[in-house]
């Protein structure tokens, strides 16, 4: 019962830890009993596994007699020196226990080799019902006992946490829906929809109450095979429908089958009917239910205005669909059956017609999705100026009937649950049943909340642009030449009559300033200012725009009398449209290799040297390294293979560095069998896995330093190499690839293979990752849906193909359409990549159906890489070749290195079960012979048509041409699957 236990360990005879505040025994009849000889490898995944027999010695085990009088005599600490135990500045070295430490001196925390200010909250200014306290070294503000908040902000003495709480329903009360109703204190009853699929436990496992048992109907998907009601905020409440918690647990009972996914409660405001396919900002209302996907996947389910961050649509997992909610962060949690779940939205509006809004998702306290620039509700005036710059067709129909959606505040929770979709592939196949209960409203104050008052008026609008229209008139006229030259080439592309250009640049341009700049409004005089004109006006591009610091967005491409057209660069998203215009490079010289003979051998002659096979020891590398070094050092060195590599290098301290080498794709040509067979030369050093750095946001974001803690551990004559075939078809890649502290030396290889043959296993990738079921529609084949069950793969893909000519060439018929034309067509669509999200002219070339042919136009993707890099630094590996003579491919690879060619034909034999070429490593791997995975190859054994296959080869042949006359010099003939 009391934490005095004593606790000692030495090794040879010094003292290493020593505890004295340990609790050993509840029971006081507990005694020592004798000594467990437990020792193994472990943990108990393989990853902890030694990587040959090893051995231990043990002798000399002996029990003896202790008691306090043993202690160990803490000796004189005067012999103690701060400089020899390395001792930081503001530590003192003191003996301990018969041992020399560092203790970093008060007000300083560390391990006394390193010491630093220990956090205070002096300079933190809590809530006055609030405290600081610093926990795992930060200091924190947290709310006092019997207050709310995130310590920043409290609620007073008078506020509950929690003002609404239902736990559970009533047992005695029947039917369901009408217990229901007195539990929410719902003023009427739910809705018709759905009563009968609400239910109680039966019996109930409490004597007067159950969670809501929610039945969703075999066969039935949508609302109807679900249930919902809305649970209002009582008027006495309105305080918090600016900001607002609201909780509850779910748990999807045992052999739960997700299907391809469904509804859950979540948060509305405005008014109710934030679902079916509203027009959030046109209805004035809000909505942000949850849903799970296939396998239990969660995300956030968001109704709201269209007008949303530039790279909302863009980011990783974001799934938008204007007309029927946006997938936000599909992933972030997984249900798992039979296992309750608390979740918890904490939501604060946006100052209306500002991207400011905040939504937090926390699944069992744990905050798994955080979003900070949400637009739930738009002022009345940012309405208006939103529909003439993006929907014009629609301004007359939207204009007469405008709600003013700055006055929307949070109302409640949409109780909304059932499978859906509404087509029948998403309905469950099975009586499936979820449980529900302990919902909860509650104050969510986050510090950032102000009371949001004096918000500008439409009249105050109004005369802030008429008197930014004076404005800028004035400073157009000033600079009445300079304008000339620059709205002459940014209102071309406008097709704006010429007489009335030198008028209109002002007035444009005032309403792109404002869109875009958001110019300032001062709450405490209670008007606009306008930013600082420019001194001067730039001609370029885009002309007088671009003066203004501003981007009036993505021109329409000017057609030049060459093959290529005007750059346009998007500044608005996190990436840059993708430059097309002319590269004037040379054809790439073709690299000469002698032939040799691969080596056939049968199955029963593979070549196994593992057995037998050792690494150097640590001790026999004879390291003269600093312990710091060597410490840093010692999961690097736990390796065998790395052990090999340092005693080639001697005392040579390997260092990450970036890469020398990218494998940049393309996707399905073969690039993971490429890492597989280069790893095994010993040059050539990478990480398991795909780096994804210049093409994915979350690692973008992190800088160059993460992308460098990612490279392996080289020595200075091995080749740092990276792969990742998704950079191939980004065409912001190469533009970021540039500004590489080795840009002018880093090489890149580009596996190219049957464009044709490509595009379908791309196709069956995609076809097979996306679900599992083939009897129900795949997520992002949803166009298939009319016959989905019926179709073949092969014809799944013939209708997938299809769709994807008429979007890229902009609905032309493929067999009327001309070489140049169709080049003309596939610029024309890219240019409309960077269009805002919602625009329904803007494409989507690396999604379904679209990136089933764009991954394939070789010469566009290369183009862009060579705007940036020279011919010296590709080498473009023709698949083929590395699928019929591997070897020679590895040679190819290490010649374009300059590097030897450890690795070559006779490494490779042809396995006549499998058809194709397997790996015998050469001997100082220590791997014995393999082949591939089956998964790979996925379309070896397909047919198609050749009527089908011959349609994409008209599409691809000007692509073709381009690739053998522009770029490669390769012959491209024997692509012919």
């Known amino acids: 019962g009391e934490l005095d236990g004593h606790l000692m360990l030495f090794v040879d005879d010094t003292l290493r830890v020593n505890l004295d505040d340990v609790n050993f025994r509840v029971d006081p009849a507990l005694e020592i009993h004798g000594a467990q000889y437990s020792t193994f490898f472990g943990g108990s995944s393989a990853?902890?596994?030694?990587?040959?027999?090893?051995?231990?010695?043990?002798?000399?085990?002996?029990?003896?007699?202790?008691?306090?009088?043993?202690?160990?005599?803490?000796?004189?600490?005067?012999?103690?020196?701060?400089?020899?135990?390395?001792?930081?500045?503001?530590?003192?070295?003191?003996?301990?226990?018969?041992?020399?430490?560092?203790?970093?001196?008060?007000?300083?925390?560390?391990?006394?080799?390193?010491?630093?200010?220990?956090?205070?909250?002096?300079?933190?200014?809590?809530?006055?019902?609030?405290?600081?306290?610093?926990?795992?070294?930060?200091?924190?503000?947290?709310?006092?006992?019997?207050?709310?908040?995130?310590?920043?902000?409290?609620?007073?003495?008078?506020?509950?946490?929690?003002?609404?709480?239902?736990?559970?329903?009533?047992?005695?009360?029947?039917?369901?829906?009408?217990?229901?109703?007195?539990?929410?204190?719902?003023?009427?009853?739910?809705?018709?929809?759905?009563?009968?699929?609400?239910?109680?436990?039966?019996?109930?496992?409490?004597?007067?109450?159950?969670?809501?048992?929610?039945?969703?109907?075999?066969?039935?998907?949508?609302?109807?095979?679900?249930?919902?009601?809305?649970?209002?905020?009582?008027?006495?409440?309105?305080?918090?429908?600016?900001?607002?918690?609201?909780?509850?647990?779910?748990?999807?009972?045992?052999?739960?089958?997700?299907?391809?996914?469904?509804?859950?409660?979540?948060?509305?405001?405005?008014?109710?009917?934030?679902?079916?396919?509203?027009?959030?900002?046109?209805?004035?209302?809000?909505?942000?239910?949850?849903?799970?996907?296939?396998?239990?996947?969660?995300?956030?389910?968001?109704?709201?205005?269209?007008?949303?961050?530039?790279?909302?649509?863009?980011?990783?997992?974001?799934?938008?669909?204007?007309?029927?909610?946006?997938?936000?962060?599909?992933?972030?949690?997984?249900?798992?059956?039979?296992?309750?779940?608390?979740?918890?939205?904490?939501?604060?509006?946006?100052?209306?017609?500002?991207?400011?809004?905040?939504?937090?998702?926390?699944?069992?306290?744990?905050?798994?999705?955080?979003?900070?620039?949400?637009?739930?509700?738009?002022?009345?005036?940012?309405?208006?100026?939103?529909?003439?710059?993006?929907?014009?067709?629609?301004?007359?129909?939207?204009?007469?009937?405008?709600?003013?959606?700055?006055?929307?505040?949070?109302?409640?929770?949409?109780?909304?649950?059932?499978?859906?979709?509404?087509?029948?592939?998403?309905?469950?196949?099975?009586?499936?049943?979820?449980?529900?209960?302990?919902?909860?409203?509650?104050?969510?104050?986050?510090?950032?909340?102000k009371a949001r008052k004096d918000l500008p008026t439409h009249a105050k609008k109004m005369k802030f642009v008429w008197n930014s229209f004076r404005e800028i008139l004035a400073f157009a006229l000033k600079n009445a030449a300079m304008i000339k030259k620059a709205n002459t080439k940014a209102f071309k592309m406008m097709r704006i009559s010429r007489i009335f250009r030198i008028f209109a640049t002002p007035l444009v341009f005032t309403l792109f300033y404002i869109y875009y700049k958001e110019a300032t409004y001062d709450r405490n005089i209670k008007e606009y200012s306008l930013d600082p004109l420019p001194d001067s006006i730039t001609v370029d591009t885009h002309g007088f725009a671009e003066s203004f610091g501003i981007n009036p967005g993505p021109p329409k491409a000017v057609k030049k009398k060459d093959d290529g057209f005007a750059r346009v660069q998007g500044k608005n998203v996190d990436h840059g449209m993708m430059d097309l215009s002319e590269v004037n490079v040379n054809v790439k010289a073709k690299m000469e290799l002698e032939d040799k003979p691969a080596l056939k051998v049968g199955l029963s002659e593979n070549v196994d040297y593992a057995d037998g096979f050792t690494f150097p020891t640590t001790e026999e590398l004879g390291l003269n390294w600093s312990p710091e070094i060597k410490e840093q050092m010692s999961g690097f060195l736990h390796q065998g293979m790395n052990r090999k590599r340092q005693k080639k290098h001697g005392q040579e301290i390997p260092k990450k560095r970036y890469p020398d080498l990218i494998i940049t794709g393309a996707k399905k040509c073969g690039t993971t069998a490429l890492k597989i067979f280069m790893n095994y030369h010993p040059v050539f050093q990478d990480k398991p896995g795909e780096r994804h750095f210049f093409n994915r946001k979350e690692h973008w974001n992190q800088g160059y330093e993460w992308y460098l803690s990612e490279m392996p551990l080289t020595y200075n004559d091995e080749v740092c190499y990276e792969k990742t075939p998704d950079y191939f078809d980004r065409p912001f890649v190469p533009e970021r690839m540039k500004d590489l502290p080795n840009a002018d030396s880093v090489k890149f290889i580009h596996v190219l293979c049957d464009p044709v043959r490509r595009s379908f296993s791309h196709f069956l990738h995609m076809f097979t990752v996306q679900g599992h079921t083939d009897a129900r529609v795949k997520e992002g084949f949803e166009f298939l849906s009319n016959n989905f069950g019926e179709l073949s793969k092969e014809e799944a893909f013939a209708e997938t193909i299809e769709l994807a000519f008429k979007n890229l060439l902009g609905g032309k018929e493929l067999s009327d359409v001309s070489d140049d034309e169709i080049r003309e067509s596939v610029r024309d669509y890219f240019t409309k990549w960077d269009l805002k999200p919602g625009d329904p002219n803007r494409v989507f070339p690396l999604r379904i159906p679209d990136a089933i042919l764009t991954g394939s136009l070789y010469s566009v993707h290369i183009s862009t890489f060579l705007h940036y890099f020279t011919q010296d630094q590709m080498l473009y590996l023709d698949a083929t070749e590395l699928i019929e003579n591997p070897g020679k491919s590895l040679r190819r690879v290490a010649q374009f290195m300059g590097v030897p060619a450890t690795i070559d034909e006779n490494n490779f034999y042809f396995d006549e079960e499998k058809g194709y070429y397997c790996m015998t490593p050469p001997v100082e791997s220590g791997r014995a012979s393999f082949c591939l995975g089956s998964e790979k190859g996925r379309s070896k054994d397909k047919v198609l048509p050749d009527e089908l296959k011959n349609r994409i080869r008209r599409f691809y042949k000007p692509f073709l041409e381009d690739l053998t006359n522009k770029y490669s010099g390769d012959n491209y003939d024997h692509w012919d699957w």
């Not at 006394?112 to 405290?131: Q, R, V, W």
């Not at 039935?220 to 429908?241: D, I, K, M, Q, T």
């Not at 209805?283 to 239910?289: I, K, N, Q």
């Not at 699944?363 to 009345?380: I, P, Y």
């Open 47 to 449: 990853e902890w596994a030694p990587l040959k027999d090893e051995y231990a010695q043990f002798r000399n085990f002996e029990f003896a007699e202790y008691s306090d009088s043993l202690d160990p005599i803490i000796v004189d600490a005067t012999r103690c020196d701060r400089e020899v135990n390395g001792c930081h500045e503001a530590a003192e070295c003191v003996i301990e226990n018969g041992s020399d430490i560092c203790k970093c001196i008060d007000g300083w925390i560390g391990d006394g080799t390193t010491c630093s200010e220990e956090p205070s909250c002096d300079n933190l200014e809590c809530h006055e019902f609030g405290h600081c306290s610093v926990r795992n070294g930060v200091p924190l503000c947290f709310c006092n006992e019997g207050y709310a908040g995130d310590g920043f902000a409290c609620g007073n003495g008078e506020t509950r946490k929690q003002f609404m709480l239902v736990n559970e329903i009533s047992c005695d009360t029947d039917p369901t829906y009408t217990a229901i109703s007195e539990a929410f204190n719902l003023p009427v009853n739910p809705g018709s929809t759905g009563r009968d699929n609400l239910g109680k436990l039966d019996p109930c496992p409490a004597e007067t109450s159950s969670p809501i048992r929610q039945k969703y109907p075999q066969g039935v998907a949508g609302g109807s095979g679900g249930s919902y009601f809305y649970w209002e905020l009582p008027a006495a409440n309105e305080v918090y429908r600016e900001s607002l918690s609201f909780k509850y647990e779910v748990m999807f009972e045992e052999g739960f089958e997700f299907v391809k996914g469904g509804k859950l409660p979540g948060l509305f405001g405005g008014k109710t009917g934030c679902s079916g396919g509203a027009d959030a900002a046109e209805a004035g209302c809000f909505s942000t239910r949850l849903m799970w996907r296939t396998g239990g996947a969660g995300e956030l389910y968001l109704y709201a205005p269209y007008n949303q961050a530039e790279d909302f649509c863009d980011r990783e997992n974001y799934h938008c669909n204007f007309d029927y909610g946006h997938s936000v962060d599909r992933g972030a949690w997984t249900f798992v059956p039979a296992q309750w779940y608390k979740l918890e939205q904490r939501l604060m509006l946006n100052t209306a017609g500002n991207l400011d809004g905040k939504i937090k998702i926390l699944v069992n306290d744990e905050l798994v999705l955080s979003l900070e620039d949400v637009n739930f509700r738009e002022g009345k005036e940012n309405r208006k100026i939103l529909i003439i710059y993006k929907y014009k067709i629609k301004f007359k129909h939207h204009l007469s009937i405008l709600t003013k959606v700055d006055t929307i505040k949070i109302y409640g929770a949409h109780y909304s649950t059932f499978f859906g979709g509404s087509s029948s592939t998403w309905a469950p196949l099975k009586d499936e049943y979820a449980q529900f209960r302990n919902f909860e409203f509650s104050e969510y104050l986050p510090s950032e909340f």
